[in-house]
């Protein structure tokens, strides 16, 4: 964890614009954070980040754009909302990481866990697609289209075979995906909002 | 005059005979879970609202709410892909209920933000252009816990019961979506819920007070971050274990997922048996109400339930 220790933040370096973009892609509020730590206290998984929620909120206040984008918290983090529950200033802690993982995203930024990115994408295409998620290929996907190797990536769904089994042999693996009737809507909405807010996808 | 003549003799009928009063009916969103990793849910949902005479009109053409990965991507997509069904509940005039945790809290954070500000009804409006499709947001969106719970009723739920759970103690493990973050009309407490507490007590069941009633499984994580996943899962079981509990009960398949469909990953990293049962709310109503444990996909478990149904005097 990064909290230990003093360091110099150099103000040239921040962006000034940083923090209205965050909230323009919907971190709510992180602008009111004043720093209590209550997210920190009750993160289930704060011990595995490199900058805990309470840093990463300063750090989007200040502008440091490219640490907190570069950040590795944000891939940890299980959007469990217990920060935005307990946080006495109401911010949107959660969803302040989603707005952070889509302009890192957005960015092309490389994520310490490159996992996270290819879920994700993996996840709306499927829905774009079909209209509805088809799991086994998410787990194709994270497996094989992360930044190890081909032979880690076999090596990773070998590791996962016998789970696949057991739920395949209770019939809880779908074959093929399900696709919706109006599949053309889901075109449409992807396109209007590709349009609308200058994605890159 | 006659109207009010009407209405003011109609009113204690009803209340001297509420089982009578009118059926709830629904506009069912299973979402995408629902219809493979956990049909078991599914099951156990549509046999216990069957009943319990709660009636599900499965959304027709419902799509993918976008969970986790639409927040996470671009959040008007995340706006936008719960809108379309709630346009598409709008056009039935019925509410949506959905027994999946995390897509209840996607179409209720989607119907909340438009409802609270017009400019973004406009924009999710304009992100549904040349579908046909609009929202006005007219219809609400609810958990089934809170519609079994609160809308039909404990007591019709208590009058269903032919098999009461007598001896049988349980952990509630409700996960995080379902009460946090907390929604402005909310059903239930997101530190201490007692929804399903109260519930498990009804079925005759005892339901243990234990401290993780909502601590994180790392369920979203389980597919990029897998060991966290499963130290974070192990903790929730070994403290099920611990308070003394037969089982894990819970309304949230990708908790389900993660503490019975990894158990026996946890199993290996951690070198220890556990062999707890984990099971959903609604296959614990179903079996206090009679319903063969098949018909509720308690045969798709991973950890098997075969002890716990024998200590209820169940066969298998």
């Known amino acids: ?6 360091q ?41 980040m490199d900058y805990p929620p309470r840093t990463v909120m300063r750090m989007v206040q200040l502008g440091m754009k490219e640490q907190v984008l570069k950040s590795a918290t944000l891939w940890v983090c299980a959007s469990c909302n217990t920060c935005t529950t307990r946080c006495p200033r109401g911010v949107e802690i959660a969803k302040v990481m989603g707005a ?23 996840f709306l295409d499927s829905t774009g697609t079909f209209g509805r998620v088809f799991e086994p290929k998410l787990m ?20 996962e075979a016998p789970f ?28 209007n909002i590709c349009k609308m807010e200058c994605l890159h996808e | 005059m006659s109207e009010i003549a009407v209405a003011e ?11 009578e009063k009118k059926a709830l009916r629904f506009a069912y969103y299973p979402g995408c879970s629902l219809t493979t990793s956990a049909k078991d849910y ?15 009109e499965e959304l027709e053409d419902w799509s993918c709410c976008g969970a986790t990965a639409a927040y996470s ?30 897509c209840y809290y996607r179409l209720w954070a989607a119907h909340d933000s438009m409802g609270e500000d017009p400019k973004v009804l406009e924009k999710v409006n304009k992100a549904m252009d040349g579908t046909g499709l609009k929202c006005a947001g007219s219809v609400d969106v609810k958990h089934i816990l809170d519609v079994l719970v609160n809308g039909v009723g404990m007591e019709a739920i208590a009058k269903k019961v032919v098999r009461p759970l007598k001896g049988l103690k349980v952990v509630p493990y409700y996960g995080c979506v379902i009460v946090k973050p907390p929604r402005k009309s909310r059903f239930d407490s997101p530190e201490n819920p007692m929804t399903m507490d109260r519930l498990i007590s009804a079925l005759g069941a005892e339901s243990i007070q234990w401290d993780s009633k909502t601590r994180c499984c790392g369920g979203p994580i389980m597919l990029t971050n897998e060991k966290a996943m499963l130290n974070l899962s192990r903790d929730l079981l070994a403290k099920a274990k611990a308070a003394g509990a037969q089982a894990v009960v819970l309304p949230c398949q990708l908790c389900q997922l993660a503490l019975d469909g990894k158990q026996t990953a946890i199993e290996e990293a951690f070198k220890e048996k556990i062999d707890m049962p984990v099971l959903y709310f609604t296959q614990l109503m179903g079996l206090a109400f009679g319903i063969e444990p098949k018909r509720l996909g308690l045969d798709k478990n991973l950890v098997s339930v075969n002890k716990l149904l024998k200590s209820i005097g169940i066969s298998s």
């Open chain 1, 8 to 48: 110099v933040i150099k103000l040239k370096d921040c962006d000034p614009h940083f923090m209205n973009e965050v909230i323009a892609a919907g971190g709510k509020n992180v602008q009111l954070c004043y720093q209590c730590g209550t997210c920190t206290g009750g993160c289930p998984v704060a011990h595995l």
């Open chain 1, 140 to 159: 194709l996907d994270v497996h094989l289209k992360g930044d190890g190797s081909i032979a880690q990536g076999i090596r990773g769904l070998l590791r």
């Open chain 1, 1 to 6: 964890m990064a909290e230990a220790g003093l």
């Open chain 2, 73 to 102: 991507v671009n959040y008007l997509l995340s706006l936008a892909l719960p809108a379309r069904n709630l346009a598409l509940a709008e056009a039935k005039g019925l509410d949506i209920v959905t027994p999946c945790p995390e």
């Open chain 1, 164 to 191: 696949g089994m057991r739920l395949a042999m209770r019939g809880r693996v779908a074959l093929l995906p399900e696709a919706i009737g109006h599949k053309e809507q889901m075109k449409k909405i992807y396109e």
């Open chain 2, 42 to 56: 599914n099951m156990s949902v549509i046999e216990v609202a069957k009943a319990l005479g709660l009636e599900l």
């Open chain 2, 9 to 19: 003799k109609a009113v204690p009928q009803e209340a001297a005979k509420p089982e």
């Open chain 1, 100 to 122: 952070l993982k889509s302009l890192a995203i957005k960015e092309g930024v490389a994520a310490k866990n490159p996992l996270g990115p290819v879920f994700y994408k993996s």
